[in-house]
């Protein structure tokens, strides 16, 4: 029996998703319908608030598509699930937080699976890249999200000659949150996600749903769906016990405590 690519761990109100397919944790279909699973699970989970991502071993996050899978006929059209490729980015109404611990190489699609998270750590010896111009094909999640991520002349370097990034490149550049040393990464990582996880997770969701559904609104048009309620995510937020609990935690000069209804 072939073992799963993916190792799942419970920590409090913290999933952390490990891609671990030797040699390098690249994905194939089988392996991003997996992933598609797990998110779509931890999105639908209501103990579950903050999901961390990370590859097993200290070389590899992800190289991204398995080549050999697809010289064997993994077409690269074919069925990657119900996230699309990773399992994250065309995952629907996914309004928890994800937190990419990125332990190594993240090239091509990992890069591309991190850009999917919402925030990134990076180990001390990580680097980055796009390496697809060389092989004649395009980046095309990093060819969308990339140049709004970090400055378009940097953005467009990486797409264009697919050379390497250091970790601490990538945090002058804004593109990743956090440089950790490779033993800390994931303790890290998890103190970040139980800080989140604390927080109000109505809240939490509604930040989500408001950031990608108004990235390509303009402003006021944004602002007026907020303030009108809108978004599914917001009305929830401002008919809960917890918008109620809010104010009187404040009032009352203690503590808030959330229950996510």
Request: net charge negative; with cysteine.
């Amino acid at each position: 029996m072939t073992e799963s690519p993916l190792r799942l761990r419970t920590v409090g109100q913290v999933l952390e998703i490990t891609l671990d397919r030797p040699k390098a944790n690249a994905i194939d279909l089988a392996t991003s319908r997996l992933m598609g699973q797990a998110f779509a699970d931890f999105r639908d989970d209501r103990d579950l608030r903050v999901a961390v991502l990370t590859g097993a071993g200290d070389k590899f996050f992800c190289p991204g598509w398995d080549l050999k899978a697809a010289a064997a006929g993994d077409a690269v059209d074919g069925d990657y699930g119900v996230g699309g490729f990773g399992g994250l980015q065309e995952l629907p109404d996914m309004n928890k937080v994800v937190i990419a611990a990125v332990n190594g190489i993240a090239f091509g699609g990992g890069l591309e699976l991190a850009l999917s998270c919402d925030l990134i750590l990076a180990a001390d010896h990580a680097t980055f890249a796009l390496p697809e111009i060389r092989s004649g094909t395009i980046a095309d999640a990093a060819s969308i999200r990339l140049p709004r991520r970090i400055p378009y002349h940097v953005a467009m370097e990486m797409l264009l000659t697919g050379r390497v990034m250091e970790a601490d490149e990538a945090l002058r550049w804004g593109l990743i949150n956090r440089v950790c040393p490779a033993d800390r990464l994931l303790d890290q990582a998890h103190e970040m996600a139980a800080e989140i996880a604390a927080g109000p997770p109505l809240v939490m969701a509604a930040i989500k749903e408001v950031v990608r559904e108004a990235e390509n609104m303009k402003f006021q048009d944004a602002l007026k769906k907020i303030t009108r309620s809108e978004f599914d995510t917001v009305r929830r937020l401002y008919t809960s016990q917890d918008q109620l609990e809010g104010a009187r935690a404040f009032a009352e000069k203690r503590d808030p405590v959330w229950r996510g209804k």
